[in-house]
């Protein structure tokens, strides 16, 4: 069942502080387009994956004075564009499920648009750092992503032994469970208390 959107699914969103400089928009509705530049390599490619396998339009411009800022940053801002985007959050399907394998490694993320905040996140990572991004990074991006778009998250690595490969399926996971969950089925707010 295809309905039909009647609007774009957008949203701009910039953070400037002390510590970081931030915009980045997205479109819903897109063909998983990118444009990633926030200056560490490894986090640039899941922001990527994040966007090819989701089929959310991505455009990500990003400094900071530290790593653990600037991710943290940009799971806080991707959060509110998420948010901001899904609007009143008519007739999407509102969870999404999925179980992504990279190589020897296998991730599972289930997620609730549910606008109740909370998470559960398990990279399962035995290493501190995977290339130039620390691991401890990459988890503080999903819990701020799950915070500001107020997402029931929930990312478990099940096993593996390669920390790129983990990360990754973690990422791909996340990205077409978000695909299923942003889909538009139907005409109605998916909640029985009629908001979300």
């Given at each position: 069942?295809?309905?039909?959107?009647e609007?774009?699914?957008?949203?701009?969103?910039?953070?400037?502080?002390?510590?970081?400089?931030?915009?980045?928009?997205?479109?819903?509705?897109?063909?998983?387009?990118?444009?990633?530049?926030?200056?560490?390599?490894?986090?640039?490619?899941?922001?990527?994956l994040?966007?090819?396998?989701?089929?959310?339009?991505?455009?990500?411009?990003?400094?900071g004075?530290?790593?653990?800022?600037l991710?943290?940053?940009v799971?806080?801002?991707?959060?509110?564009?998420?948010?901001k985007?899904l609007?009143?959050?008519?007739?999407?399907r509102?969870?999404?499920?999925?179980?992504?394998?990279m190589?020897?490694?296998?991730?599972?993320?289930v997620l609730?648009?549910?606008?109740?905040?909370?998470?559960?996140?398990?990279?399962?990572?035995?290493?501190e750092?995977?290339?130039?991004?620390?691991?401890e990074?990459?988890t503080?991006?999903?819990?701020?992503?799950?915070?500001?778009?107020?997402?029931?998250?929930?990312?478990?690595v099940?096993?593996?032994?390669?920390?790129?490969h983990?990360?990754?399926?973690?990422?791909?996971?996340l990205?077409?469970?978000?695909?299923q969950?942003?889909?538009?089925?139907?005409?109605?707010?998916?909640?029985?208390?009629?908001?979300?």
């Amino acid at each position: 069942m295809s309905v039909f959107v009647e609007k774009k699914r957008k949203a701009k969103v910039s953070r400037e502080t002390t510590e970081t400089n931030i915009e980045l928009g997205l479109e819903l509705d897109g063909k998983g387009s990118y444009k990633i530049d926030v200056g560490i390599s490894f986090f640039e490619h899941m922001l990527t994956l994040l966007s090819k396998h989701s089929k959310i339009d991505l455009k990500v411009k990003a400094q900071g004075d530290l790593g653990h800022h600037l991710i943290e940053d940009v799971g806080i801002v991707l959060g509110q564009a998420l948010k901001k985007a899904l609007g009143k959050k008519k007739g999407i399907r509102r969870f999404g499920y999925s179980y992504i394998p990279m190589d020897e490694s296998l991730a599972r993320c289930v997620l609730d648009l549910s606008g109740r905040t909370y998470h559960v996140i398990d990279l399962n990572c035995q290493r501190e750092k995977v290339e130039d991004c620390q691991v401890e990074d990459i988890t503080h991006f999903f819990i701020s992503l799950a915070k500001s778009a107020e997402i029931n998250l929930h990312i478990q690595v099940l096993y593996g032994e390669n920390e790129h490969h983990k990360i990754e399926a973690a990422f791909k996971a996340l990205a077409k469970s978000l695909q299923q969950a942003i889909e538009v089925v139907s005409e109605d707010i998916p909640s029985t208390k009629g908001i979300l």
